[in-house]
């Protein structure tokens, strides 16, 4: 079993920053890949960044050049940086990973964490 700990929303103002980070717990597993999605009410899900654990990134094209996504693969623990907030940022975002256990991939899913950019 894998548990992900997310932490780091908050209320910010538009043209702030804020970090999230996401500690994937659990005993064996090797992270293939982690990632931050985002979710608004009344939208669907979607990737915002996600980063393997080689180091390959890719994100949406609605943060390039503000969103930075991290890893620290001995800590399995993802990071997002997040400068120049806009109020369109504002979501519940959700920590992702793919991670494989005795011969197997499987996809778990943080709680989701509040952000809010006030205008």
């Known amino acids: 079993q894998v548990h992900l700990v997310e932490s780091g929303g908050g209320l910010v103002q538009a043209g702030g920053s804020l970090r999230l980070s996401c500690a994937a717990s659990?005993?064996?597993?090797?992270?293939?890949?982690m990632g931050w999605y985002r979710q608004a009410p009344g939208k669907q899900r979607e990737l915002v960044a996600r980063?393997?654990?080689?180091?390959?990134?890719n994100s949406s094209d609605s943060v390039k050049g503000r969103f930075t996504i991290s890893m620290d693969n001995a800590k399995n623990t993802v990071y997002l940086e997040m400068n120049s907030l806009k109020p369109e940022d504002t979501s519940i975002y959700y920590c992702?990973?793919?991670?494989?256990?005795?011969?197997?991939?499987?996809?778990?899913w943080g709680q989701g964490t509040q952000v809010t950019v006030s205008s």
């Open positions: 980063i393997t654990s080689s180091g390959s990134t």
């Open positions: 992702n990973a793919n991670v494989y256990y005795g011969g197997y991939y499987y996809i778990y």
């Open positions: 659990g005993s064996s597993i090797s992270i293939n890949h």
